[in-house]
């Protein structure tokens, strides 16, 4: 070796360390217990799938997965939580209402390049249902009883701003028919009140009302989804059952702040999407009304700024504004 090659490889040397060091901090990451932020209350069907996740990451990434519920104003706190943690050791599991928010609070506690995209985690279908005693029998039945009666034919929902409102708003908009809508602290009083014909109709997650299809007490007439809901494979969408172009598709998914290293993002993206792939994780899902999402962040982001889009219009068209 002569000396101009010596010195040259001397000269490079220090240039590699730092990619060097990078890679291994990378398959190092995490190297202390991770949380993961659910801007809900526990028992609800984010929460549930979290939960589902946890031990599998866990067990991917050698580290201890840690669920903490951070709920209020519409999942805007557990969200600002995540976004301005800066630990490097946090995640957060977000609803459709990262998509809403944004209409809704024109004055977020975060921007919304403060959260990246990780990897999506399921849909859960909301399903249009009204009590089984109800006249209204399908889809055109409802919008006919909606033009007779302008404003007297009620939509119960679990919240102002909620996918279930959105769902109606929607409806209301793209059928040209006004209802009235009647909000709820929650999908179980709203429920209650169908049940006792107090209101007329619900576009309700399909985990709360299944068990009142199944024991007579509820009559559903379509999925609010864009392909049927699996739960139901009978049961025709709201666009096949005469609306056609109407689709709300309630997703649930997985980001993480900014600052958390692309290569440690991309070991959490890996590990989400082979949890959800894996057949008991599958059926766990499908058994609390979850079905399971494909792609990875970038199709997240895609998903993410097309609902934004989508959902900002709902909102100023409707007029809709949060609790």
């Known amino acids: ?6 010195l040259l490889g001397l000269a490079a ?13 990378a398959q190092a990451w995490p190297t ?3 949380r993961i932020i659910v801007p809900f209350p526990p028992g609800g069907a984010i929460d549930a799938m979290t939960r589902l996740l946890a031990p599998m990451l866990a067990d991917a990434l050698g580290q201890p997965f840690v669920v903490e519920n951070r709920a209020g104003a519409g999942g805007t706190i557990g969200t600002e939580a995540a976004a301005k943690s800066g630990d490097g050791a946090t ?8 998509a809403v928010n944004p209409a809704l609070y024109p004055r977020l506690p975060y921007a919304s390049d403060d959260l990246v995209s990780v990897a999506p985690v399921a849909v859960v279908p909301n399903i249009l249902v009204v009590p089984a005693a109800s006249a209204i029998r399908d889809v055109p039945g409802l919008i006919a009883a909606a033009k007779v009666k302008p404003g007297q034919i009620t939509y119960a929902s679990a919240g102002n701003g909620t996918s279930i409102h959105l769902a109606g708003a929607l409806f209301c908009a793209l ?19 169908l049940l006792g014909n107090r209101v007329d109709s619900m576009f309700d997650s399909i985990t709360s009302s299944a068990p009142h299809i199944a024991g007579g007490r509820l009559r559903v007439l379509a999925a ?4 049927r809901a699996q739960a139901f494979p009978d049961l025709p969408t709201v666009a096949e059952a005469g609306l056609p172009g109407y689709a709300v598709d309630p997703w649930f998914a997985m980001m993480a702040p900014k600052d958390l290293s692309e290569a440690a993002r991309k070991r959490v993206e890996a590990a989400v999407l082979a ?15 979850a079905e399971p999402m494909d792609g990875g962040s970038a199709s997240l982001a895609r998903l993410i700024e097309a609902e934004t889009v989508k959902w900002g219009g709902v909102v100023k068209e409707a007029g809709i504004q949060a609790d």
């Open 91 to 98: 995640l957060l599991m977000v609803s459709m209402a990262q």
């Open 13 to 25: 040397a220090p240039l590699a360390r730092p990619a060097l060091i990078g890679a291994a901090a």
């Open 275 to 289: 949890a959800i792939r894996e057949p008991g994780i599958r059926e766990k899902l499908v058994a609390i009304g």
């Open 1 to 6: 070796m002569n000396r101009r090659t010596l």
């Open 224 to 227: 609010t989804t864009t392909k």
């Open 175 to 193: 059928a040209r028919v006004e209802m009235t809508h009647v909000p709820y602290r929650g999908s179980g009083p709203a429920i209650a009140d």
């Open 32 to 34: 202390r217990p991770v």
